[in-house]
């Protein structure tokens, strides 16, 4: 096993994560505090692998807690890089229209995770045929109705796992929505359900908190890699920032430099701190206040021999025997 070998965090388990995460990061804490954060850094700076480390399934890899309940908040990962919110036919939207079925995107897109995490917690058998649970997927769907979905009852609307398959099915519906528009000149109507932040989205969590099994504190919506959404989104997205509902929900947004713009769809600026915190962990590379910066990568480079089976080695020696060992083969080679 290499020890150093490149695996991006959202590819690994909740095992790995646990078992490689080192805490370095002076402002770790401050990611915990019930507010609204953006966290700024460059690529490889560890953003995802903090983000990802405050799952519930990792916390208890890690053995942070005994139950999920026991923890301060609901923490959901959500990919940006992976969901593809660059779709250029729907950029070619204007107006009302574009901004409605953008947000009902991102919507879908994080609601999929948080219905795809619950039921990776509750996904056994007592939990799921429990009152408590059916009427949770009951009320979820009626949410649902009332934005105009549409529900098969043959599908099995009682089961957990419905509602992730139902979030992808209007997800689906409107990226299909959206392709059409690739073809046609003029405009035509769109059916589908309209999933809104205030009217849906906002339910959605409170009904998800209220579960007894689950955190007892807001939930941690974790956006990773936001820069990558397109300038209008981001404006979506600083729209939920000012909207302040962190006793609910708390955005904890991953950045790199290139985040394009700090104001909302209606063009009022979001500043912090009086909207948001901001980190900004590039600080942990290159501030000379950080003396002790070789010594925290070397906890990470410890961390890692170990997992890949080097127990009790010194990352120095066994650098040092790499090397060595490098050296004698490419003599051999020579020869």
């Known amino acids: 096993m290499n020890p150093f070998s490149i695996k991006t965090p959202e590819t690994l388990t909740p095992e790995n994560i646990a078992s490689l995460f080192v805490?370095?990061?002076s402002d770790f804490p401050r990611i915990l505090a019930q507010e609204h954060?953006?966290?700024?850094?460059?690529?490889?700076t560890g953003k995802?692998?903090?983000?990802?480390?405050?799952?519930?399934?990792?916390?208890?890899?890690?053995?942070?807690?005994?139950?999920?309940?026991?923890?301060?908040h609901f923490s959901?990962?959500?990919?940006?890089?992976?969901?593809?919110?660059?779709?250029?036919?729907?950029?070619?939207?204007?107006?009302?229209?574009?901004?409605l079925l953008a947000e009902h995107l991102l919507i879908l897109n994080a609601s999929h995770h948080i219905a795809s995490s619950v039921a990776s917690l509750f996904c056994s058998k007592e939990h799921a045929e429990s009152p408590e649970i059916q009427k949770y997927v009951k009320d979820v769907i009626d949410l649902t109705v009332s934005s105009g979905s549409i529900i098969d009852s043959s599908n099995g609307a009682d089961l957990l796992d419905y509602l992730p398959r139902l979030f992808s099915r209007e997800r689906a519906a409107a990226k299909t929505y959206v392709g059409k528009l690739a073809f046609i000149k003029?405009?035509?109507?769109?059916?589908?359900?309209?999933?809104?932040?205030?009217?849906?989205?906002?339910?959605?969590?409170?009904?998800?908190?209220?579960?007894?099994?689950?955190?007892?504190?807001p939930i941690f919506l974790?956006?990773?890699?936001?820069?990558?959404?397109?300038l209008r989104m981001q404006q979506i997205l600083n729209d939920w920032v000012s909207y302040r509902t962190t006793d609910d929900i708390c955005l904890k947004v991953s950045i790199q430099k290139k985040y394009k713009t700090w104001r909302t769809s209606q063009g009022i600026l979001i500043e912090s701190p009086h909207d948001y915190a901001d980190i900004d962990i590039n600080t942990f590379y290159t501030s000379k206040q950080y003396s002790n910066y070789y010594d925290r990568i070397e906890k990470i480079v410890h961390r890692r021999?170990?997992?890949?089976?080097?127990?009790?080695?010194?990352?120095?020696?066994?650098?040092?025997?790499?090397?060595?060992?490098?050296?004698?083969?490419?003599?051999?080679?020579?020869?």
């Open 37 to 44: 954060t953006f966290i700024q850094g460059a690529r490889g």
């Open 222 to 230: 974790m956006l990773d890699d936001a820069d990558n959404l397109p």
């Open 76 to 99: 959901v990962h959500v990919p940006i890089k992976t969901a593809n919110y660059c779709l250029a036919e729907l950029e070619r939207l204007d107006g009302a229209p574009y901004w």
């Open 186 to 217: 003029e405009m035509i109507p769109y059916e589908g359900a309209i999933f809104s932040y205030e009217d849906f989205f906002l339910p959605y969590i409170r009904l998800t908190k209220k579960l007894s099994c689950s955190p007892s504190g």
């Open 48 to 72: 995802s692998m903090m983000l990802r480390y405050l799952e519930p399934l990792v916390q208890l890899a890690a053995h942070q807690v005994n139950a999920v309940s026991e923890l301060n």
């Open 23 to 25: 805490d370095v990061f």
């Open 305 to 335: 021999l170990e997992v890949a089976g080097f127990k009790n080695t010194n990352p120095v020696v066994f650098f040092r025997q790499v090397s060595f060992r490098i050296k004698h083969f490419l003599i051999f080679l020579r020869k």
